[in-house]
């Protein structure tokens, strides 16, 4: 296996292996893990990409996530990130399912509005619409030692509130639905995460996130912001450009990623898994204490 970096200080391609080689050989796994631990990004290029391929390999890592509610492949392990219909049509741009295309522009982790918070995810590209449709990320584990002492300091017992309507509502106030906002009420999360393999901290933020325990709302959201600003400021993003056959796998304790708009006028397909995290991965170093 040959590990070649991707971007500043973060992600590497992985040669020598296949994501079926990973799904169907223990050594092959444990590699591969321990890349994944030490680099937060991982790429395969070339790959015969499958539904069942993805699964098997996004399954070795972890409990596979159910798409939520009002999402297409809703209840399936997969998520369908499309511009086209069940008919094969390209959608128009008003649609709901591109608006939900256009709120996965904001900088997130996945699922961190959910009950149990993703350890990783993993996107496949299927149809692509030529050389837009980038896909962007910034390292939070980097970020977070960027981070003045003092601010470490404030932030390391810090709870933040994650809502996927937060998110939603900064694209359209309808996008989230009755459903989806009572399938996913708010979440608290600490403010960082702590890997168990390396124990590195990063910063655990979100377009989700909107209120921290303790401070007043506005300044809540002033703090929020600036943080998602310095970990995503220009020189520490690592942009994406999808080519067929590309596999990438994130570790979403310790990255923020977006997806960046195309002609919408084009088709492009995605498919997405996403791994559950477990005690294992460090969550109960994330999980707020009960309340009461």
């Known amino acids: 296996m040959e590990l070649v970096p991707l971007g500043p200080g973060f992600g590497v ?57 009002a999402s297409l492949g809703a209840g399936s392990f997969y998520s369908r990130l499309t511009n086209i219909d069940e008919t094969g049509k390209i959608l128009p741009p ?7 295309a256009k709120a996965n522009a904001l900088w997130h982790t996945d699922s961190s509005f959910k009950k149990t918070p993703a350890l990783a995810s993993v996107l496949t590209a299927r149809v692509l619409p030529g050389q837009d449709g980038d896909t962007e990320f910034a390292s939070t584990r980097l970020a977070w030692e960027r981070l003045p002492a003092d601010l470490q300091a404030r932030l390391k017992e810090a709870v933040a509130t994650h809502s996927y309507a937060n998110s939603r509502d900064q694209i359209h106030p309808d996008l989230a639905n009755a459903e989806e906002r009572k399938a996913l009420p708010p979440v608290r999360w600490r403010l960082n995460w702590r890997n168990p393999v390396n124990g590195r901290r990063a910063l655990y933020v979100a377009s989700h996130a909107y209120a921290i325990d303790g401070m007043d709302d506005r300044d809540a959201r ?43 006028t084009r088709e492009r397909s995605m498919i997405r898994t996403t791994i559950s995290a477990t005690e294992a991965d460090g969550l109960n170093e994330v999980r707020p204490p009960t309340l009461h």
């Open 13 to 69: 391609e992985i040669r020598g292996l296949s994501i079926l080689d990973v799904a169907s050989n223990a050594a092959a796994y444990q590699a591969v893990r321990a890349a994944f631990e030490a680099h937060s990004l991982l790429l395969f290029r070339d790959q015969t990409i499958a539904d069942d391929i993805q699964v098997a390999f996004s399954r070795a890592f972890g409990p596979l996530e159910l798409t939520k509610a």
């Open 94 to 100: 008003d649609h709901r399912q591109v608006l939900a």
């Open 222 to 264: 002033q703090l929020l912001a600036h943080l998602l600003d310095e970990a995503t400021r220009r020189e520490f993003v690592y942009v994406h450009k999808w080519r067929q056959g590309d596999a990438v796998m994130w570790d979403n304790r310790a990255m923020l990623h977006r997806g960046r708009p195309w002609d919408y």
